[in-house]
Structures are given as C-alpha cells and as structure tokens.
C-alpha cells in the first residue's frame, strides 16, 4: 500500500470514526428528551387552589360525609369541581388536551367499596365552566377504557386514538371536570373516611397530549402527528373530619384549616394527605402516623457499644458464715456461671465485629456510567480514539 492509499484510507477511518461519534451522541440526547417529555405525577408542576389561578373543589354533600370512618364505614359521598386555565397557559397548552389518564390521590378515604357504574351520579365535562352544581354537558363514562378504586385514591383511563368504540376526550383550558360519588347513583354512597379527625385535601394528576391538529372528537385526523405530553397535579381546598353538626363547629374543636394558617402539616403534596388533630390535644400528626408528629423523617441509627465485660462482684468468690465449706462452694459456682456468661458474651461480641468488618471490606464492581466522568459517551470516545492509534501504528 503506497502513501497516498493510506493517507486515504486513513482519512476515510477518521470520517467513519467522527460520523459514529456524532451519532452516538445524537441517539443519547434524543433518548433524555423523550424521558424529559413523559410527564408522570412525580414530575408534573403543582397547583394550589389557595393560590388562586386553578380551581379544585371537593364538597361533601352530606353532614355524615364528615363523620370518621369508625361511625359511618362505606356510607359517606364526594362532589369534585376542578377547572385549570391558568396551569393550561403556564404549560403552553392553549390549544386544549386529548385526557389519557386521571388519578385521585387521596389516603384519608376508602374507595374500595364503590364501582363506576354503580355508585357514579356524575362524572363529565363542564363545557365553558358554567353549570351550577355537579352537571356536565358531556358525560366522560363514555369516553373511559377503564378504572381502579381502592383504598387512598382512584384511576380513570381514557380510550387511546386506536380504539375501535371510542377515542380520547377533549378539554379547554376553559371547561371543568364535575364528577359526583355516593348519594344519587343507582348504588348510593359507598366511601369511608379515616377515623382520624383533621383538616384533609385531595390532590388530582391530569395528563394529555396537545390538541395540534384539531379538536373534533371520534376523528382520527385531529390525532397529533408529534404528540406533546403535558401534565399537571392540582391540590383541593381543605375538608373537616370529626364529629361535628357544621364547619363552624369543626373550626372550634380542630381549629383552622392550614390553608388559613392553621395548625401545620402536610398540605397536598403527592398522597393527598391533611393535618389531623388528635382528640386528647396532643402534637399534630398525619393519617396513619401512629401519633408521631409531622416532621417524620427516618430516624438516624444509633450505633449499640459492644458490652463491656463485667467484672465478677467480690462476694462471689467466698461465702460468709454459715457452714463455711458449703459457703466457699456455692461463692465459688457462682464466679464459675459469672465467668462462662462473660466468655459467651465476648464470643458473641467477636463474631459481631468480624461480620461487621467482613461487610466492610465488600465492594461493589462499579458498571458503566457508575462514578462521575465514567459515562457511555466517555467510554465510546475512549474505543474510538483506541481504534484510530492501533490503525495509525499499523
């Protein structure tokens, strides 16, 4: 091979070899904007109704709706009232969504008892938000594939572009979504309370795509061609759990709600969780805590010093008075059983350090991308620059 064959072939390798580069770099970036662009719960910015903006309402229509769970078990209802123009514009989604999912969080109530079809008076789109009470002007049962009620929340799905009875449903920025559970449907109420009194709000996950195309419904064109996922969590005023003939009472035995600067807790965040008040005054504490306050971050271990070896108490060699010999042997077998449970305690104490330093001395074989600058595009550089230098040498 002459000089000017291998100053092409050369050249041609560095093309290859830059060309591979660059497309694994472009592959990788492509990989994280698509992650960037699923919009799960954890992910999804967050409205607060107390700020204004947005809009979820939840009413419990009935007085014992407010009872604990303990005095009125899959017999309480619910009313949602939720509209979001202002989450619409923040996420540039003017144009409307395509709904592909909802979820209620909500740990303070028990679901499990109820159906959609079954103990559902209302669930649909409030057209323009202008209707009074819980009415729709389109229903959403029509448009749902599915659904999961249980205890802490429920799951609604919508139909995808490929079903065959029904598509997604569209949504405004301007409509509100009415759904109402319990007293009027066929099966009436059916939801149970935490018996824990307290303040409580729901948080709601919506996600869709954007409306790019149009917003005619049932019609395969107005499908988007580059689907633009958007979501948005929306957290609910607050309701009173207790015991109580009316809100001004609750207000009186539990105090305001923390929207009003009450008594701290958790407010919305990802479970739907409030602030309970604990009957005999104590420290406030969330659902299911047990009575330990709010601020429950995992406890830091404390280390338990090995046990020091006892000595053997001075009265145990001897015995003082009585028959002398019979007093010598008893003192005497009780320094023997002092001893033994010395020698079992310093085995025992010995097998614990040696465990201890053998899961010290584990160590993890580090993988690609573990430790900082090791990463695939690091690592692919690194074989390309290796294969260049062998070819050159050659």
């Known amino acids: 091979m002459d000089r000017s064959t291998k100053r092409t072939s050369a050249a041609l390798l560095t093309v290859t070899l830059v060309a591979l580069l660059v497309g694994g770099l472009a592959l990788i970036a492509a990989s994280g904007t698509v992650a960037a662009d699923q919009h799960e719960p954890e992910n999804a910015p967050t409205y607060e109704t107390s700020d204004g903006g947005v809009n979820f309402t939840i009413n419990l229509p009935e007085q014992t709706d407010h009872y604990p769970g303990d005095q009125n078990e899959a017999n309480a209802s619910i009313e949602y009232f939720a509209a979001g123009e202002d989450a619409f514009t923040d996420q540039d989604a003017e144009e409307g969504l395509w709904l592909d999912i909802i979820i209620v969080e909500a740990s303070w109530i028990d679901y499990s008892e109820c159906t959609t079809s079954g103990n559902t008076k209302e669930f649909g789109i409030d057209r323009g938000n202008n209707n009074s009470g819980a009415q729709s ?10 659904s999961d009620l249980k205890a802490g929340g429920l799951t609604v799905y919508f139909y995808n572009w490929d079903a065959v009875s029904n598509g997604p449903p569209y949504l405004s920025p301007e409509d509100a979504v009415v759904a109402s559970q319990g007293v009027g449907s066929n099966d009436g109420p059916c939801l149970t309370m935490t018996d824990e009194p307290g303040w409580y709000q729901i948080q709601s996950y919506t996600n869709g795509t954007i409306a790019t195309k149009c917003t005619e ?63 005999d005054g104590g420290e406030t504490a969330t659902p299911g805590g047990g009575g330990e306050t709010s601020d429950s971050g995992t406890p830091t271990p404390t280390a338990t010093p090995p046990p020091s070896t006892p000595t053997p108490e001075s009265g145990g060699n001897g015995g003082d008075g009585g028959d002398g010999g019979d007093g010598g042997d008893g003192g005497n077998s009780g320094g023997q059983q002092d001893n033994q449970q010395n020698n079992q305690q310093n085995n025992q104490q010995n097998q614990q350090n040696n465990q201890n330093s053998q899961q010290n001395n584990e160590r993890t074989t580090p993988t690609i991308s573990d430790g900082p600058g090791f990463t695939p595009v690091v690592a692919l550089v690194a074989l390309l620059a290796a294969a260049l230098v062998a070819y050159r040498r050659s």
Request: aromatic share 4%; with cysteine.
């Open 137 to 146: 002007d389109e229903s959403l049962l029509e448009h749902q594939s599915g």
């Open 217 to 279: 419904e049932n019609a395969d064109r107005c499908e988007p061609d580059d689907k633009q996922w958007r979501g948005v969590n929306l957290n609910s005023n607050y309701v009173y759990i207790c015991e109580c003939n009316s809100e001004q009472e609750a207000r009186e035995k539990l105090g305001p709600p923390p929207s009003e600067g009450g008594s701290s807790g958790q407010e919305g965040g990802g479970d739907g969780e409030g602030t309970e008040t604990p009957s």
